[in-house]
Protein backbone atom coordinates (compact mmCIF):
# COMPACT_ATOMS: atom_id res chain seq x y z
CA UNK A 1 0.00 0.00 0.00
CA UNK A 2 1.71 3.43 -1.36
CA UNK A 3 1.75 5.70 2.13
CA UNK A 4 1.88 8.99 -0.56
CA UNK A 5 0.91 8.51 -4.10
CA UNK A 6 1.14 11.18 -6.39
CA UNK A 7 -0.40 11.80 -9.78
CA UNK A 8 1.05 12.15 -12.54
CA UNK A 9 4.43 10.73 -12.51
CA UNK A 10 5.33 12.31 -15.36
CA UNK A 11 3.90 15.54 -16.98
CA UNK A 12 5.17 17.14 -20.50
CA UNK A 13 3.48 20.52 -21.43
CA UNK A 14 3.57 23.78 -23.73
CA UNK A 15 4.38 27.15 -21.87
CA UNK A 16 1.20 28.85 -21.01
CA UNK A 17 -0.57 25.52 -20.75
CA UNK A 18 -2.35 25.11 -17.01
CA UNK A 19 -1.39 21.85 -15.23
CA UNK A 20 -2.31 20.11 -11.60
CA UNK A 21 -0.96 17.54 -9.84
CA UNK A 22 -2.64 15.41 -7.07
CA UNK A 23 -1.29 14.07 -3.91
CA UNK A 24 -3.23 11.64 -1.41
CA UNK A 25 -1.90 10.42 1.64
CA UNK A 26 -3.60 7.16 3.50
CA UNK A 27 -1.27 7.99 6.78
CA UNK A 28 -4.04 9.36 8.14
CA UNK A 29 -1.60 12.15 8.78
CA UNK A 30 -2.95 15.69 9.35
CA UNK A 31 -0.24 17.89 7.82
CA UNK A 32 0.38 17.95 4.17
CA UNK A 33 3.02 19.40 1.90
CA UNK A 34 4.77 20.54 -1.29
CA UNK A 35 8.32 20.44 -1.77
CA UNK A 36 9.90 21.63 -5.33
CA UNK A 37 13.20 20.01 -6.08
CA UNK A 38 15.47 21.53 -9.36
CA UNK A 39 17.53 20.14 -11.60
CA UNK A 40 20.89 20.41 -9.03
CA UNK A 41 18.53 18.41 -6.61
CA UNK A 42 18.01 21.53 -4.15
CA UNK A 43 14.99 20.45 -2.70
CA UNK A 44 12.46 23.92 -1.66
CA UNK A 45 9.68 24.00 0.30
CA UNK A 46 6.79 25.50 -1.69
CA UNK A 47 3.38 24.87 0.82
CA UNK A 48 2.65 23.05 4.09
CA UNK A 49 -1.47 22.52 4.96
CA UNK A 50 -2.35 21.41 8.37
CA UNK A 51 -6.00 19.66 8.46
CA UNK A 52 -7.29 22.01 5.05
CA UNK A 53 -5.75 25.15 6.37
CA UNK A 54 -2.49 26.82 4.40
CA UNK A 55 0.24 27.44 7.67
CA UNK A 56 3.46 27.37 4.89
CA UNK A 57 3.63 29.44 1.76
CA UNK A 58 7.11 30.64 0.73
CA UNK A 59 8.03 33.17 -1.67
CA UNK A 60 5.98 30.96 -4.70
CA UNK A 61 4.60 32.49 -7.55
CA UNK A 62 0.68 32.82 -7.23
CA UNK A 63 0.64 30.96 -10.61
CA UNK A 64 0.93 28.44 -8.32
CA UNK A 65 -2.45 27.70 -5.98
CA UNK A 66 -2.39 24.78 -3.70
CA UNK A 67 -5.62 23.19 -2.76
CA UNK A 68 -6.65 20.61 0.09
CA UNK A 69 -10.33 19.03 -0.07
CA UNK A 70 -9.83 17.48 2.95
CA UNK A 71 -6.98 16.36 4.96
CA UNK A 72 -5.79 13.28 2.96
CA UNK A 73 -5.36 15.11 -0.05
CA UNK A 74 -3.40 18.36 -1.25
CA UNK A 75 -3.38 19.14 -4.84
CA UNK A 76 -1.36 21.40 -6.78
CA UNK A 77 -2.38 23.58 -9.41
CA UNK A 78 -0.19 25.47 -11.99
CA UNK A 79 -1.02 28.25 -14.52
CA UNK A 80 0.53 29.65 -17.13
CA UNK A 81 3.38 27.65 -17.12
CA UNK A 82 6.74 28.53 -17.56
CA UNK A 83 10.25 26.98 -18.78
CA UNK A 84 11.72 27.18 -15.12
CA UNK A 85 8.81 25.34 -13.68
CA UNK A 86 9.98 22.58 -15.23
CA UNK A 87 11.31 20.12 -11.50
CA UNK A 88 10.93 17.65 -9.84
CA UNK A 89 7.04 18.27 -7.36
CA UNK A 90 7.28 16.16 -4.09
CA UNK A 91 4.36 15.74 -1.79
CA UNK A 92 4.99 14.81 1.89
CA UNK A 93 2.73 14.67 4.78
CA UNK A 94 3.48 14.42 8.59
CA UNK A 95 1.67 14.56 11.80
CA UNK A 96 1.39 18.13 12.87
CA UNK A 97 4.87 19.30 14.60
CA UNK A 98 5.62 15.60 14.29
CA UNK A 99 9.22 16.27 12.51
CA UNK A 100 9.63 13.06 10.40
CA UNK A 101 8.18 13.90 6.94
CA UNK A 102 7.01 11.08 4.60
CA UNK A 103 7.81 11.63 0.65
CA UNK A 104 5.84 10.91 -2.28
CA UNK A 105 7.38 9.42 -5.45
CA UNK A 106 7.37 12.53 -6.91
CA UNK A 107 6.28 14.30 -10.22
CA UNK A 108 8.36 14.81 -12.92
CA UNK A 109 7.30 18.01 -14.85
CA UNK A 110 8.82 19.05 -17.89
CA UNK A 111 7.52 22.47 -19.60
CA UNK A 112 8.62 22.64 -23.21
CA UNK B 1 21.91 31.49 1.19
CA UNK B 2 21.03 28.14 2.24
CA UNK B 3 20.23 26.76 5.58
CA UNK B 4 22.16 23.13 5.12
CA UNK B 5 25.06 22.62 2.88
CA UNK B 6 26.74 19.38 2.80
CA UNK B 7 30.22 18.25 1.45
CA UNK B 8 31.56 16.33 -0.30
CA UNK B 9 29.00 16.66 -3.21
CA UNK B 10 29.69 13.17 -4.28
CA UNK B 11 31.72 10.60 -3.09
CA UNK B 12 33.04 7.37 -4.38
CA UNK B 13 33.80 4.66 -2.11
CA UNK B 14 34.23 0.43 -2.74
CA UNK B 15 31.86 -1.79 -0.74
CA UNK B 16 32.54 -2.62 2.49
CA UNK B 17 34.40 0.85 3.38
CA UNK B 18 32.76 3.43 5.42
CA UNK B 19 31.01 6.80 3.80
CA UNK B 20 30.48 10.18 6.25
CA UNK B 21 28.85 12.83 4.75
CA UNK B 22 28.98 16.84 6.48
CA UNK B 23 26.23 19.17 6.78
CA UNK B 24 26.38 22.52 7.81
CA UNK B 25 23.41 25.10 8.71
CA UNK B 26 23.38 28.93 9.94
CA UNK B 27 20.44 29.36 12.48
CA UNK B 28 19.25 27.60 15.72
CA UNK B 29 17.31 24.23 15.00
CA UNK B 30 15.08 21.90 17.01
CA UNK B 31 16.15 19.14 15.35
CA UNK B 32 18.00 17.88 12.01
CA UNK B 33 17.02 15.05 9.61
CA UNK B 34 18.82 12.86 7.05
CA UNK B 35 16.78 11.73 4.52
CA UNK B 36 17.85 9.13 1.29
CA UNK B 37 16.71 9.43 -2.03
CA UNK B 38 17.64 6.76 -4.17
CA UNK B 39 17.47 7.67 -8.32
CA UNK B 40 14.19 8.95 -9.64
CA UNK B 41 12.33 8.67 -6.01
CA UNK B 42 11.00 10.26 -3.15
CA UNK B 43 13.12 10.81 0.22
CA UNK B 44 12.36 8.31 2.28
CA UNK B 45 13.42 9.34 6.53
CA UNK B 46 16.95 7.80 8.35
CA UNK B 47 17.37 9.03 11.40
CA UNK B 48 16.65 11.92 13.43
CA UNK B 49 18.61 14.07 16.01
CA UNK B 50 17.55 16.70 18.35
CA UNK B 51 19.04 20.14 19.21
CA UNK B 52 20.09 18.73 22.66
CA UNK B 53 21.73 15.06 21.57
CA UNK B 54 25.06 14.74 20.68
CA UNK B 55 25.40 11.58 19.22
CA UNK B 56 22.51 9.06 17.66
CA UNK B 57 22.83 5.39 15.91
CA UNK B 58 20.14 3.43 13.90
CA UNK B 59 21.91 0.70 12.42
CA UNK B 60 24.55 0.88 10.64
CA UNK B 61 24.43 4.50 10.93
CA UNK B 62 25.49 6.94 13.16
CA UNK B 63 24.75 10.47 13.40
CA UNK B 64 26.59 13.72 15.58
CA UNK B 65 25.61 17.03 16.20
CA UNK B 66 27.58 20.08 17.15
CA UNK B 67 25.40 23.23 18.11
CA UNK B 68 28.19 25.02 19.04
CA UNK B 69 29.89 24.72 15.41
CA UNK B 70 26.19 24.10 13.47
CA UNK B 71 27.26 20.88 11.91
CA UNK B 72 26.18 17.30 11.68
CA UNK B 73 27.71 14.24 10.44
CA UNK B 74 26.40 11.01 9.19
CA UNK B 75 28.34 7.84 8.84
CA UNK B 76 27.44 4.98 7.23
CA UNK B 77 29.28 1.77 8.52
CA UNK B 78 30.36 -1.18 5.95
CA UNK B 79 28.45 0.14 2.69
CA UNK B 80 26.79 -1.79 0.24
CA UNK B 81 26.00 -1.10 -2.94
CA UNK B 82 22.59 -0.71 -2.14
CA UNK B 83 23.68 2.26 -0.24
CA UNK B 84 24.18 4.15 -3.54
CA UNK B 85 21.68 7.18 -3.35
CA UNK B 86 21.93 10.84 -2.57
CA UNK B 87 21.90 11.56 1.21
CA UNK B 88 20.50 15.12 2.27
CA UNK B 89 20.57 16.68 5.98
CA UNK B 90 17.28 19.28 6.15
CA UNK B 91 16.59 21.14 9.59
CA UNK B 92 13.93 21.68 11.70
CA UNK B 93 13.99 25.96 12.83
CA UNK B 94 11.13 25.99 15.10
CA UNK B 95 8.69 26.86 11.74
CA UNK B 96 5.83 24.83 12.06
CA UNK B 97 7.21 22.04 10.83
CA UNK B 98 9.03 23.51 7.77
CA UNK B 99 12.49 21.50 6.77
CA UNK B 100 15.20 23.49 5.06
CA UNK B 101 17.12 20.95 2.58
CA UNK B 102 20.65 21.05 1.96
CA UNK B 103 21.81 20.30 -1.03
CA UNK B 104 22.86 16.76 -0.38
CA UNK B 105 25.57 14.45 -0.67
CA UNK B 106 25.46 11.71 -4.03
CA UNK B 107 27.38 8.56 -2.54
CA UNK B 108 28.00 5.81 -4.82
CA UNK B 109 29.11 2.27 -3.59
CA UNK B 110 30.99 0.13 -6.04
CA UNK B 111 30.51 -3.60 -5.73
Known amino acids: DTAVSQTPKYLVTQMGNDKSIKCEQNLGHDTMYWYKQDSKKFLKIMFSYNNKELIINETVPNRFSPKSPDKAHLNLHINSLELGDSAVYFC???????????FGPGTRLLVL | SQQGEEDPQALSIQEGENATMNCSYK?????LQWYRQNSGRGLVHLILIRSNEREKHSGRLRVTLDTSKKSSSLLITASRAADTASYFC???????????FGQGTELSVKP
Open chain 2, 90 to 100: ATDAFQGGKLI
Open chain 2, 27 to 31: TSINN
Open chain 1, 92 to 102: ASSQPYQETQY
